[in-house]
């Protein structure tokens, strides 16, 4: 069982920045891929990026060059630097963890463990 919470959402300008974190219970951090999904209102959940065990990373294209994920096993935390956001960067983000192959990082269902999520919220 891994327990993710997350923290540092909040309210900020666009064009400003956020740093979120996901602190994760349990040993096994390290054996987990780590992914952050985003639900904005009246939206499906979507991918927004993930590192793997390895230290691979990946993002969709809305957040490329925008967005940097980054891991540290040793305090089994994982974080999202948001530079540049803009208003349509606004949601729910999600942090979850996955025991499934790397190639897998973007889908949902392959995530085992989900934080409760925390609100990000981009004013034009």
């Known amino acids: 069982q891994v327990l993710l919470v997350e923290s540092g959402g909040g309210l900020v300008q666009a064009g400003g920045s956020l740093r979120l974190s996901c602190a994760a219970s349990?040993?096994?951090?390290?054996?987990?891929?780590m992914g952050w999904f985003r639900q904005a209102p009246g939206k499906e959940r979507e991918f927004v990026t993930a590192?793997?065990?390895?230290?691979?990373?990946y993002y969709a294209d809305a957040v490329k060059g925008r967005f940097t994920i980054s891991r540290d096993n040793a305090k089994n935390t994982v974080y999202l630097q948001m530079n540049s956001l803009k208003s349509e960067d606004t949601a729910v983000y999600y942090c979850?963890?996955?025991?499934?192959?790397?190639?897998?990082?973007?889908?949902?269902?392959?995530?085992?463990?989900w934080g409760q999520g925390t609100q990000v919220t981009v004013s034009s």
């Open positions: 979850a963890a996955s025991r499934g192959l790397d190639q897998y990082y973007a889908l949902q269902w392959r995530y085992n463990y």
């Open positions: 349990g040993r096994s951090f390290s054996s987990y891929n």
């Open positions: 590192i793997t065990r390895s230290g691979g990373t």
